[in-house]
């Protein structure tokens, strides 16, 4: 998958993008019953040989499954990334979610 077409930004290394991303696929936003990737609440990912930081958002800043969505994604990511490397998960708000981030897949599906 080229840089274009990622879902999110990405910065670190190739070989690691694609299990992270699918990993992140596995996390689903209940309320909608999609993945938080074709959702659009992944506004980046960074792997550096300190960390592996992601970006997150939810749709609300009342989301009430905002601790378990975080709590699933650390789960998640923890199985593909490189053992050791310490993870974190920073929910962030700017710029607001819109359902403009959403995949067309998720539009698809929600009907839009």
Same mark, same amino acid.
Request: charged fraction near 20%; aromatic fraction near 8%; include cysteine.
């Given at each position: 998958?080229n840089?274009?077409a990622?879902?999110?930004?990405?910065?670190?290394p #190739?070989? =690691?993008?694609?299990? @992270? *991303?699918q990993?992140?696929?596995?996390?689903?936003?209940?309320? %909608?019953?999609?993945?938080? /990737?074709?959702v659009?609440?992944?506004?980046?990912v960074?792997?550096?040989p #300190?960390? =592996?930081?992601?970006r @997150? *958002?939810?749709?609300s800043?009342a989301?009430?499954?905002?601790? %378990?969505?975080v709590?699933? /994604?650390l789960a998640?990511?923890d199985?593909?990334a490189?053992e050791?490397?310490?993870?974190?998960?920073?929910?962030?708000?700017?710029?607001p979610?819109?359902?403009?981030?959403m995949?067309?897949?998720?539009?698809t599906?929600?009907?839009?």
């Amino acid at each position: 998958m080229n840089a274009s077409a990622a879902p999110f930004p990405y910065d670190g290394p #190739e070989a =690691l993008r694609e299990p @992270l *991303t699918q990993a992140m696929r596995q996390v689903m936003d209940p309320e %909608v019953a999609l993945s938080i /990737v074709d959702v659009g609440l992944v506004y980046g990912v960074a792997v550096t040989p #300190e960390r =592996l930081h992601v970006r @997150l *958002t939810m749709t609300s800043m009342a989301c009430p499954v905002a601790d %378990v969505i975080v709590d699933d /994604v650390l789960a998640e990511l923890d199985r593909v990334a490189p053992e050791g490397l310490p993870l974190q998960v920073e929910l962030v708000w700017e710029p607001p979610w819109t359902p403009e981030r959403m995949s067309p897949y998720a539009k698809t599906f929600m009907g839009w």
